[in-house]
C-alpha cells in the first residue's frame, strides 16, 4: 500500500491528536501492549517515535542517503543505533523482547526504519490510527491496516517494543465500532476524573 501525501498528513494528525469516535474506517487492527509502570506515559513514548517518522513521510527526500533525525527522540535514536548501550533500560529490554517476539531478529537500525515511512515504499503496510491506556498497565494500539489481516508490521513492532513493552499481541482485525465504543469510554472517564 503506498501513502500518499494527504494521508500522511492525515496520519500525522492521528498521532499528535486522537481521532474523533466517528472518523474510523469500518475495520481497524488492535494490538494489545502490555507494559511495566504507567501506561500513559509509554502511549506518548511511542508517539514520541511515530510521529517524526511519519512528518519524515510528506517532507523528506528519500532519494538522500540519510534522512535528518533532529526531531527523533533520544532513546529511539540510541537504540536503533550502533551503540545501544546508551539507550535508557526500558529500551534496552524492549529490543531483548522484540528479538523474541520476532524469533531472532536484528535489532533496526534508524535509517532503515526512518525509510519504511518513504510514501513510496509498500512494505509498510499500515497507518497510524491510535493508541491510549485502557488499564494502569495495558494499551491499546489501533492502526488502519485497510482490513488487512497479515501486514507489513515489523517496523511497528520494533517502535512498540523498545518504547516500553514487555508483551505485544495481535494484530487482530476489529470492527471499529469497537474502538469508537472505548474512544468515547476513555473520553466519559477523562471527564468524570477518573481517567488517565
Known amino acids: 500500500m503506498t501513502h500518499t501525501v494527504d494521508s500522511l498528513a492525515a496520519e500525522l494528525q492521528r498521532v499528535r491528536d486522537r481521532p ?78 522484540y528479538a523474541e517476539h520476532t524469533g531472532g531478529s536484528r535489532p533496526w537500525d534508524l535509517q532503515d526504519w526512518l525509510y519504511r515511512f518513504d510514501p513510496d515504499e509498500d512494505s509498510r503496510g499500515w497507518e497510524w490510527w491510535d493508541a491510549a491506556p485502557v488499564g494502569p498497565s495495558r494499551v491499546h494500539m489501533w492502526v488502519d491496516s485497510w482490513g488487512e489481516s497479515l501486514f507489513g508490521c515489523q517496523d511497528l513492532l520494533w517502535a512498540a517494543y523498545v518504547a516500553g513493552a514487555v508483551r505485544v499481541d495481535g494484530p487482530a482485525v476489529r470492527k471499529s465500532a469497537v474502538w469508537s465504543a472505548e474512544r ?11 481517567g488517565w
Open 20 to 97: 474523533g469516535a466517528d472518523a474510523a474506517p469500518p475495520v481497524l487492527s488492535l494490538f494489545v501492549i502490555d507494559v511495566h509502570g504507567d501506561a500513559a506515559e509509554y502511549a506518548r513514548r511511542l508517539r514520541s517515535a511515530i510521529s517524526p517518522a511519519v512528518r519524515l513521510g510528506s517532507t523528506a527526500d528519500f532519494e538522500q542517503e540519510s534522512l535528518p533525525v533532529d526531531d527523533v527522540p533520544d532513546w529511539f535514536a540510541a537504540v536503533s543505533s550502533q551503540d545501544p548501550e546508551q539507550a535508557p533500560r526500558f529500551a534496552r529490554a524492549g529490543c531483548e523482547r
Open 184 to 194: 468515547n469510554a476513555q473520553g466519559l472517564s477523562r471527564s468524570a476524573g477518573t
